[in-house]
C-alpha cells in the first residue's frame, strides 16, 4: 500500500480509547496493525480521509460538503432494511435526537443512514446482501468482515462427557429475545430427554434504549430461558474458557425481523474460530457461509433446531467434523491478512481520489 507518513487520517470511533469491538475489529484494528495514527475528528477539520464507525453523528457528517477530505462510512448492520418511518425506525432516530447522539433532528434513522450512504464516498458493509441495497445510494460499496484472529486462540476441549449438552450463546444482552422464537422450545424438548446446559457470555447489564436510558439485569432475561442458563461476564479470556468446556455454539435469531435477517455472518466465523460446531437460524449470511464451508447446520422451526441439536448431542465425529470444515473455511476465506489487505485498499483508492482531486484543483 502507498506510504502513509505524511497522509492525514481520521476516525469516529465506537469508543473513545477504540475498546468497542467495532473499532477493535474493523479499522482501528487496521490502523494499529499499520502504525498509522488516527485523530478523532468533528466536521470541518482539513484531512484526507475520515472514517465514520457506528456512532459517528451521521445527522452533520452527512451534511459535510463535498472537498478535499474523503469519508468512508462503516455500516456493519442493515440499518436500510428497516422500513422508513415505522415504530422501530422513528424511536431510533428520534431516541439519537433526543439524547443529542444526533445534533440535528433526525426523525427517521433509516433516511440519516440513506443521506449518509449518498454522501460517503465509499460505503463498508458485511455482507453482500448489504452492498446490493447500498449499491443504490452509493457508487462504491466494499464487503469487510471483522477481524477475530488475534483475540481468540482455541481452547482445548475437554475429553470426557458427563452427559449433560453444553451450549455457548454470545453477544449483546438485548439479542437474548431470539430465545424465545423457535429455540425455546426445541431446548425444553432435549433437556427432557438430557441434561442441557446454556453458557451466556454476555454483558451482567444492559441499556434499555439506545444504549444510554435505563437499565436491564440480564440474569432476569435467563431467568425466563427453559433450561439452566449461567452467566459469564464477557472478557476476551471468559469467552474462550467456556467455548472450550462447550459441545456447540447457537445463534438464534427472529426471522420474522428485517434487521435481525440481515446480520452478517461475523459472530458464526468467531465461533468457528473458538473451535466449536455451530447450529443458526436460517439467515441468509449464515445458510450462505455454512454452505460453503461444506455443511448447512440452519433452522426454521423449533423442529429444525431439535433435529440439529439432538444430532451433535449424539455424535462426537460430527462434532468433530463440523468444527473442522468451519476452521478449513476460515483459513480458505477469512484471515487476518486478507481482511487487513482489504482495508489497505481502500484507503489507497480513497487517498488516490483526495490526490487526483488536490492535482485538479491546484
Not at 498509522?36 to 475528528?41: D, T
Not at 435469531?253 to 466465523?269: I, V
Request: hydrophobic fraction near 40%; glycine fraction near 6%; include cysteine.
Amino acid at each position: 500500500m502507498s506510504d502513509l507518513s505524511s497522509v492525514r487520517l481520521g476516525y469516529v470511533p465506537c469508543a473513545a480509547d477504540h475498546s468497542a469491538p467495532g473499532d477493535r475489529r474493523r479499522f482501528a484494528h487496521w490502523a494499529a496493525a499499520r502504525g498509522v495514527w488516527l485523530a478523532h475528528p468533528s466536521p470541518g477539520d482539513d484531512l484526507d480521509l475520515v472514517v465514520l464507525s457506528a456512532r459517528a453523528d451521521i445527522s452533520r457528517w452527512a451534511a459535510e460538503p463535498r472537498g478535499r477530505t474523503r469519508l468512508a462510512y462503516d455500516l456493519v448492520d442493515s440499518y436500510l432494511a428497516v422500513r422508513q418511518r415505522s415504530p422501530a425506525d422513528l424511536a431510533r432516530g428520534m431516541g439519537k435526537s433526543l439524547l443529542r447522539q444526533h445534533r440535528r433532528w433526525t426523525p427517521s434513522f433509516t433516511s440519516a443512514v440513506i443521506a449518509m450512504c449518498r454522501r460517503a464516498d465509499a460505503v463498508i458493509c458485511s455482507t453482500p446482501e448489504q452492498r446490493e441495497t447500498i449499491s443504490r445510494y452509493c457508487g462504491d460499496v466494499r464487503v469487510i468482515l471483522d477481524i477475530h484472529e488475534q483475540e481468540l486462540v482455541p481452547a482445548p476441549r475437554p475429553a470426557s462427557d458427563d452427559g449433560v449438552l453444553r451450549l455457548l450463546w454470545e453477544g449483546l444482552p438485548d439479542n437474548l429475545t431470539g430465545f424465545h422464537d423457535a429455540l425455546s422450545p426445541a431446548l425444553a424438548q432435549l433437556h427432557q430427554e438430557q441434561p442441557v446446559e446454556l453458557h451466556i457470555v454476555t454483558d451482567e447489564t444492559s441499556a434499555r434504549w439506545l444504549g444510554r436510558v435505563g437499565r436491564h439485569r440480564t440474569r432476569d432475561a435467563l431467568a425466563a430461558l427453559p433450561v439452566p442458563a449461567l452467566l459469564h461476564p464477557w472478557s476476551t479470556g471468559a469467552l474462550v474458557s467456556v467455548a472450550g468446556a462447550c459441545h456447540a455454539g447457537i445463534i438464534p435469531l427472529a426471522l420474522d425481523n428485517a434487521f435481525a435477517m440481515g446480520k452478517p455472518e461475523n459472530k458464526l466465523l468467531l465461533m468457528w474460530r473458538l473451535g466449536l460446531p455451530v447450529v443458526t437460524s436460517a439467515t441468509p449470511a449464515y445458510r450462505r457461509v455454512m454452505r460453503a464451508a461444506g455443511h448447512d447446520l440452519t433452522c426454521t422451526t423449533a423442529q429444525d433446531w431439535a433435529v440439529v441439536l439432538r444430532s451433535l448431542r449424539d455424535d462426537p465425529a460430527l462434532r468433530e467434523q463440523v468444527a473442522r470444515e468451519g476452521r478449513r473455511y476460515l483459513e480458505l476465506h477469512h484471515t487476518r491478512d486478507s481482511l487487513l489487505t482489504a482495508w489497505d485498499q481502500i484507503v489507497d483508492d480513497l487517498l488516490g481520489r483526495a490526490e487526483h482531486l488536490r492535482s485538479a484543483v491546484g
